[in-house]
């Protein structure tokens, strides 16, 4: 097998999505059509991945919450990583040592498994040489987690972590999928920016069980999803016009308020009760992100009331960020000049 790089670390933004969520399912948009208003965030996942070189008694060697030596893909128990080197077409005849890092909680609805899927596929596929473009990679990042792993997963966040960007991201009912950058200057997006606050809620799930019930329940939401995806047109009205952005905070909940309904995993009373009390103490809306259950809330909040909410909020932890442009990179690459370990 060819490499043509000795080390190769990708970075792969987190994402906030905004608007549409739940319309960027196959299941839903193949039939109704999807769109959905998101952005990334300067939040990351890294994946390192080199080449081992055959002086070990193992052949791959994979680093995340475990760490793995083992001899064979096969033996691989991260299934995004083993499904993952199989899809690129990698074996055993070289060896590869992989690491996951990242900034932000696995499994609390910032998009975290599809980031990693985008953040392995674009690394992988340096690692022997190849570049994708954008949507390639997003396509592939789609594929490995839709049909190979079978997780119940939309297709926002792949395309989310391999653009990067605030967009709106069109899904046809024919499949195809076309990524907009939403048309406002940059003072605009930084008064949007200006006017949203993070909270970790300090629990994880895993989002393809909770998004299970969810897709269950699609043909009983069609009014609420029909509803969710025409509020993305409303939301780039908003944020087009010279009106003040309150209006938007107001779409938020409006939004919130039919997400809580698609399914009952969707909400729980702990998430209830963080919302309410950032909505007493000056937040115009927000919601929980991914989908559903716990993990990261974001709320929109007047610049002269963000204090009141932090100090409501403070037992959680707040997360300060900004809007990032740059999708899926990569930040190193050593090039295998000597072709040193490659079979």
Same mark, same amino acid.
């Given at each position: 097998?060819?490499?043509?790089?000795?080390?190769?670390?990708?970075?792969?933004?987190?994402?906030?999505?905004?608007?549409?969520?739940?319309?960027?399912?196959?299941?839903?948009?193949? &039939?109704?059509?999807?769109?959905?208003?998101?952005?990334?965030?300067?939040?990351?996942?890294?994946?390192?991945?080199? *080449?081992?070189?055959?002086?070990?008694?193992? &052949?791959?060697?994979?680093?995340?919450?475990?760490?793995?030596?083992?001899?064979? %893909?096969?033996? %691989?128990?991260?299934?995004?990583?083993?499904?993952? !080197?199989?899809?690129?077409?990698?074996?055993?005849?070289?060896?590869?040592?992989?690491?996951?890092?990242? @900034?932000?909680? #696995?499994?609390?609805?910032?998009?975290?498994?599809? #980031?990693?899927?985008?953040?392995?596929? &674009?690394? !992988?596929?340096?690692?022997?040489?190849?570049?994708?473009?954008?949507?390639?990679?997003?396509?592939?990042?789609?594929?490995?987690?839709?049909?190979?792993?079978?997780?119940?997963?939309?297709?926002?966040?792949?395309?989310?972590?391999?653009?990067?960007?605030?967009?709106?991201?069109?899904?046809?009912?024919?499949?195809?999928?076309?990524? @907009?950058?939403?048309?406002?200057?940059?003072?605009?997006?930084?008064?949007?920016?200006?006017?949203?606050?993070?909270?970790?809620?300090?629990?994880?799930?895993?989002?393809?069980?909770?998004?299970?019930?969810?897709?269950?329940?699609?043909?009983?939401?069609?009014?609420?999803?029909?509803?969710?995806?025409?509020?993305?047109?409303?939301?780039?009205? %908003? *944020?087009?016009?010279?009106?003040?952005?309150?209006?938007?905070?107001?779409?938020?909940?409006?939004?919130?308020?039919?997400?809580?309904?698609?399914?009952?995993?969707?909400?729980?009373?702990?998430? @209830?009760?963080?919302?309410?009390?950032?909505?007493?103490?000056?937040? %115009?809306?927000?919601?929980?992100?991914?989908?559903?259950?716990?993990?990261?809330?974001?709320?929109?909040?007047?610049?002269?009331?963000?204090?009141?909410?932090?100090?409501?909020?403070?037992?959680?932890?707040?997360?300060?960020?900004?809007?990032?442009?740059?999708?899926?990179?990569?930040?190193?690459?050593?090039?295998?000049?000597?072709?040193?370990?490659?079979?």
């Amino acid at each position: 097998m060819e490499v043509a790089d000795k080390m190769v670390i990708s970075r792969t933004p987190y994402r906030i999505s905004f608007f549409g969520g739940g319309t960027d399912y196959p299941l839903w948009y193949l &039939k109704n059509g999807g769109v959905v208003l998101s952005t990334t965030i300067d939040k990351y996942c890294y994946i390192s991945c080199r *080449l081992l070189s055959p002086f070990f008694n193992i &052949k791959h060697r994979i680093v995340w919450s475990h760490i793995e030596a083992v001899s064979t %893909i096969s033996e %691989i128990l991260h299934p995004a990583v083993r499904e993952g !080197l199989r899809f690129l077409g990698f074996d055993d005849s070289v060896g590869q040592e992989i690491h996951h890092q990242g @900034d932000l909680p #696995a499994r609390a609805g910032m998009g975290s498994s599809s #980031a990693f899927a985008v953040g392995l596929i &674009k690394a !992988l596929s340096a690692l022997r040489g190849e570049k994708l473009s954008k949507h390639d990679l997003a396509l592939k990042a789609i594929e490995l987690e839709q049909n190979i792993l079978k997780e119940h997963v939309g297709s926002q966040d792949q395309v989310a972590a391999a653009y990067g960007g605030l967009n709106i991201i069109h899904f046809s009912v024919n499949g195809d999928i076309q990524v @907009d950058p939403v048309p406002i200057s940059a003072s605009r997006i930084s008064e949007l920016q200006s006017r949203l606050l993070l909270f970790y809620t300090g629990t994880s799930r895993l989002a393809s069980e909770v998004a299970a019930g969810v897709v269950a329940n699609f043909q009983n939401k069609r009014k609420e999803l029909h509803k969710m995806k025409s509020m993305v047109a409303q939301a780039l009205s %908003i *944020l087009n016009s010279n009106k003040t952005l309150d209006d938007f905070g107001s779409l938020l909940h409006e939004s919130w308020m039919l997400k809580r309904e698609l399914s009952s995993t969707v909400t729980n009373a702990s998430v @209830d009760r963080i919302y309410t009390t950032a909505l007493e103490n000056g937040a %115009i809306g927000g919601k929980l992100l991914g989908a559903g259950g716990t993990g990261f809330i974001v709320f929109f909040v007047p610049p002269e009331k963000q204090s009141c909410v932090i100090d409501a909020l403070s037992q959680y932890v707040r997360v300060p960020f900004k809007f990032e442009n740059e999708g899926s990179t990569l930040i190193y690459q050593e090039h295998n000049e000597s072709g040193a370990f490659v079979k």
